[in-house]
Every structure is written in structure tokens, then in C-alpha cells.
């Protein structure tokens, strides 16, 4: 069984950082994908980063996604956990953040089968 357990969110001021951890047990298979999604209150959930536990190459889908340079992800595959550090938060950064894995498609960017129960990230101005 498949479990994945978000930790690290919180309040914080614009302009701040953080770092939300995503502890994964119970791999699907050797190469799935570890994503980051996010869902602010009345928008539908977007993607933010995604990366492969044997590739080097994260995503973040493209300059107009939620990332805009300022999202990092990475992975410690040692202890199963994918990171996903925050800098220069925005109000609009505020949602709760999801991570996923269980690629079901060919896309990194989803579907995916297998969701953590979400952490609140909240950034006041």
C-alpha cells in the first residue's frame, strides 16, 4: 500500500520561505514520479513541480506555472522524500499543497493515483 504523508506548511509573511516535505512509503515502481500540486479555496488544482526518483531533471512545467522560479523540488531517495522549497512566498502562494505519485499516463504532470492528505501553506501580505 501506497501512503504519502505532506508536512512542513504553516503561516508565513510574504516574502518568506519554506519547505514542505512529502514522505513516500510503499514505492509503486522503480522510476514513477513524485508531483507537488497545490489547490487555493474555489480554483481547481494546479500542478506546481514534479521530478523521478532516478532522474536528475525536475520539472515545473513551463515559465507561466506556479513555480516561476522561485519553487525548488528535490528528492532524498535514501529516506523516500521529495521537498519542494519555497522562496519569496506570495499571498497568492496560499493553498493547500498535495503531493502525488502512481504515474498513471505518460504525462510527469498526472494523472496520478496516490495523494498525500494535503498541508495548508497560508502567506499573508
Known amino acids: 500500500q501506497v501512503q504519502l504523508v505532506e508536512s512542513g506548511g504553516g503561516l508565513v509573511q510574504a516574502g518568506a520561505s519554506m519547505r514542505l516535505s512529502c514522505v513516500v512509503s510503499?514505492?509503486?515502481?522503480?522510476?514513477?514520479?513524485v508531483a507537488w500540486f497545490r489547490q487555493a479555496p474555489g480554483n481547481e488544482r494546479e500542478f506546481v513541480a514534479a521530478?523521478?526518483?532516478?532522474?536528475?531533471?525536475?520539472?515545473?512545467?513551463g515559465p507561466a506555472g506556479p513555480a516561476k522560479g522561485r519553487f525548488t523540488i528535490a528528492r532524498d531517495n535514501a529516506k523516500n522524500t521529495v521537498y519542494l522549497q519555497m522562496n519569496n512566498l506570495e499571498p497568492e502562494d496560499t493553498a493547500v499543497y498535495f503531493c502525488?505519485?502512481?504515474?498513471?499516463?505518460?504525462?510527469?504532470?498526472?494523472?496520478?493515483?496516490?495523494w498525500g492528505q494535503g498541508t495548508q501553506v497560508s502567506v499573508s501580505s
Open positions: 502525488a505519485t502512481g504515474s498513471m499516463g505518460d504525462s510527469i504532470r498526472g494523472p496520478y493515483e496516490y
Open positions: 510503499g514505492r509503486t515502481f522503480a522510476d514513477d514520479a
Open positions: 521530478i523521478r526518483w532516478m532522474s536528475n531533471s525536475p520539472y515545473y512545467g
